[in-house]
């Protein structure tokens, strides 16, 4: 009989082409792929809930892997077997052994990332957050945070997927905060999310920050669906998975990890 490993994990993905896996590229899943199958003698595939690109990061990411019943490895053994072999970018932070069914990306209600700006450059934060040598105003971006809540057609400010056929999204959650004056973070929380979105949002609110658009012309591009606004992607450096969320039954985790695990506020 199968039965599902769920996992938690936490990863920097500076030195990965994203979670999936690719030919010629080091991808986390692929690296997490290997690590099992060194430790435990079996090939398995590990499905993830959220599929970051090159560069993104992790805090929460829950992933899945179908095993037999002869699995060789306990469930209290699990983490530390695999992250004995992991590099050291990579980490199980939790894994369960579960009978009942359960798919990390179908069964997903809700994922919520967070974006890392800086206003003084910093050496230890390069990798982590977007460096923005301009002066930023919390209420300004705020109030364009705003003009993105509810339901939404995202298609004038997503980038082009040709196997996207629905742009439309419903975010729960979209607010800047600052923090120690230098760092602001802007977290987002959607039903789901379409390729390059929170990159493409924080690029545009950080335009409005600048002055080089107004909130009344980001409303209205979104209510047009046209892509009238030029403005360029954050960095993925800056971006990190934080939650995914499931229904409460298939809710496996309790740890609500965000970036003050990063920076240790």
């Known amino acids: 009989m199968k039965r599902t490993i769920v996992f938690l994990i936490e990863y920097d993905g500076t030195n990965y082409s994203g979670w999936q896996r690719q030919k010629n590229a080091n991808s986390v899943q692929e690296t997490i792929e290997k690590a099992i199958e060194s430790v435990s003698g079996r090939k398995v595939f590990v499905i993830a809930g959220g599929r970051t690109d090159a560069g993104v990061h992790a805090f929460g990411q829950v992933a899945h892997s179908r095993i037999d019943e002869d699995f060789p490895i306990p469930e209290r053994k699990l983490c530390s077997a695999i992250n004995s072999v992991l590099p050291p970018d990579i980490q199980i932070l939790e894994a369960k052994i579960i009978e ?26 390069r990798n982590y957050s ?31 997927n040709p196997s996207t056929k629905n742009y439309v999204c419903n975010i729960e959650k979209s607010r800047w905060e600052k923090f120690d004056d230098i760092l602001f973070v802007y977290t987002i929380k959607s039903n789901r999310f379409v390729y390059g979105l929170v990159r493409s949002l924080v690029g545009i609110m950080l335009d409005v920050a600048r002055g080089r ?21 954050a960095q993925a450096r800056g971006l990190f998975l934080k939650k995914i969320y499931y229904p409460t039954e298939k809710e496996f985790f309790k740890k609500d990890l965000d970036f003050k695990n990063l920076f240790l506020i």
């Open 213 to 233: 658009r107004s909130i009344e012309e980001v409303s209205a591009s979104l209510a047009s669906g046209k892509k009238t606004f030029p403005s360029p992607l």
């Open 100 to 125: 009942s069914e359960f798919h990390s990306t179908k069964d997903a209600i809700a994922r919520e990332y967070q974006y890392f700006v800086t206003t003084k450059k910093s050496v230890f934060l």
């Open 130 to 160: 977007l460096f923005f040598p301009f002066e930023l105003n919390l209420d300004v971006l705020n109030n364009c945070a705003k003009v993105f809540l509810g339901e939404h057609d995202f298609r004038s400010f997503a980038k082009n």
